[in-house]
């Protein structure tokens, strides 16, 4: 491959710029409430426990806003188009990963179907985790051959929507309207992952015109998978020592 040239300041200060998103997050994903990776705010959720009928809007802001700052989306979403140059393919990838999500979500919440919010969590960080592994190439080595990522990414999506559902199920939504606000927050959260991609693709694009990405694509999955693993001991962490709840 034919590498562009191009006047700018040095590689190691490009390499460095390039992995700034990835920082962002990482550090988001670091000193974040640990607890409560699927935590609404609590402005929203007192909105949440407090109003009853139908309100399409805000529901919609709230989904969106949801998926913007869900860190642990964000990073899952960047493991799975790390290596992935189609749109075509982003485009399967992604949906199969909003089907899983949106479907969880929605219906955990409908037929109440409630789990540990720090299981459901440290789960979502081992997807974090295993989606490192894969683009590293260490199910190949390890396995001899390489799951089915598609089925892979579904599979994550469903956990991803637990983790929501599970906290909406704390905050007793009124059954007034339910459905309709259920279908206006998942459309908020598809606007949100849409916008979250926007971003990671530009990034991501800008990215892989340098040459250092194919030097450092390794080093930011591993740590990629080291914010997964703090992810996973935050949950973990809070499953034993938590106090309970009052």
Same mark, same amino acid.
């Given at each position: 491959m034919q590498r562009p040239s191009h006047e700018g300041p040095p590689r190691h200060a490009r390499g460095r710029s390039a992995l700034i998103m990835l920082a962002v997050l990482f550090g988001s994903a670091l000193f974040a409430s640990p607890a409560f990776a699927h935590a609404v705010a609590e402005g929203d959720k007192g909105y949440i426990q407090e109003i009853t009928g139908v309100h399409i809007l805000p529901f919609i802001y709230l989904g969106a806003k949801h998926m913007v700052t869900g860190y642990d989306h964000i990073l899952f979403l960047l493991g799975v188009i790390f290596f992935l140059y189609r749109m075509k393919h982003i485009g399967i990838y992604v949906s199969l990963f909003a089907i899983g999500h949106s479907t969880t979500m929605l219906a955990g919440v409908y037929f109440n179907i409630g789990i540990n919010? @720090? =299981?459901i969590d440290a789960i979502i960080g081992l997807s974090v985790v295993y989606k490192a592994l894969d683009n590293m190439g260490a199910f190949q080595r390890w396995l001899g051959f390489q799951p089915n990522t598609k089925a *892979?990414?579904? =599979?994550?999506? $469903? $956990?991803? %929507?637990? %983790?929501?559902?599970?906290? =909406? =199920?704390? @905050? /007793?939504?009124?059954?007034d309207g339910l459905v309709p606000n259920l279908l206006a927050f998942n459309v908020g959260v598809e606007i949100g992952q849409l916008l979250a991609l926007g971003a990671i693709l530009i990034a991501m694009s800008y990215w892989r015109l340098r040459p250092s990405f194919w030097r450092h694509a390794y080093t *930011? /999955?591993?740590v990629m998978m080291t914010a997964g693993f703090v992810l996973m001991g935050y949950q973990i962490a809070g499953f034993f020592f938590a106090p309970p709840a009052a």
């Open positions: 919010s @720090y =299981i *892979a990414t579904l =599979i994550f999506g $469903f $956990f991803h %929507g637990f %983790g929501l559902s599970t906290k =909406i =199920i704390e @905050y /007793n939504i009124s059954p *930011a /999955n591993v």
